[in-house]
């Protein structure tokens, strides 16, 4: 039952932004005590811990108007989060964490991001 109350209240607070949005979700990614924190509008929907990550993959994802840059963050579960480019949050979390968590290459993001309609997947770090 508890499930359901918070399943419910979750359709509930999404419907009332939507209307107040005009039909739009806010997403939003944050680092914070070493998680990845993905959030959808305000509220918190997947966490990741950053030292429990075996593998990040980028790619950049075709939707037509635009590109998006995506990356798949894998912990040593099995379970994955993605967070996109576009997100609240994005730009922050690759030019100022990413890099200290991870040994990324410097140009990985362009290598991802070049040419239309390619999606260009890449492993950009493994542990």
């Given at each position: 039952?508890?499930?359901?109350?918070?399943?419910?209240?979750?359709?509930?607070?999404?419907?009332?932004?939507?209307?107040?949005?005009?039909?739009?979700?806010?997403?939003?990614?944050?680092?914070?005590?070493?998680?990845?924190?993905?959030?959808?509008?305000?509220?918190?929907?997947?966490?990741v811990?950053?030292?429990?990550?075996?593998?990040v993959?980028?790619?950049?994802?075709?939707?037509?108007?635009?590109?998006?840059?995506?990356?798949?963050?894998?912990?040593?579960?099995?379970?994955?989060?993605e967070?996109?480019?576009?997100?609240?949050?994005?730009?922050?979390f690759?030019?100022?964490?990413?890099?200290?968590?991870?040994?990324?290459?410097?140009?990985?993001?362009?290598?991802?991001?070049?040419?239309?309609?390619?999606?260009?997947?890449r492993v950009?770090?493994?542990?």
């Amino acid at each position: 039952m508890k499930q359901f109350k918070k399943s419910t209240l979750d359709w509930w607070n999404d419907f009332v932004h939507r209307v107040k949005n005009k039909g739009e979700d806010k997403w939003s990614v944050t680092c914070e005590n070493n998680n990845l924190v993905v959030n959808k509008n305000g509220r918190e929907v997947s966490k990741v811990r950053l030292d429990d990550v075996v593998s990040v993959t980028a790619y950049k994802k075709d939707l037509v108007t635009y590109d998006p840059v995506f990356l798949c963050f894998l912990d040593k579960n099995d379970c994955t989060i993605e967070v996109w480019e576009g997100m609240n949050g994005f730009d922050s979390f690759i030019h100022n964490e990413l890099g200290r968590y991870f040994d990324v290459k410097p140009d990985w993001f362009a290598s991802v991001n070049k040419g239309a309609f390619a999606e260009n997947r890449r492993v950009i770090w493994k542990l």
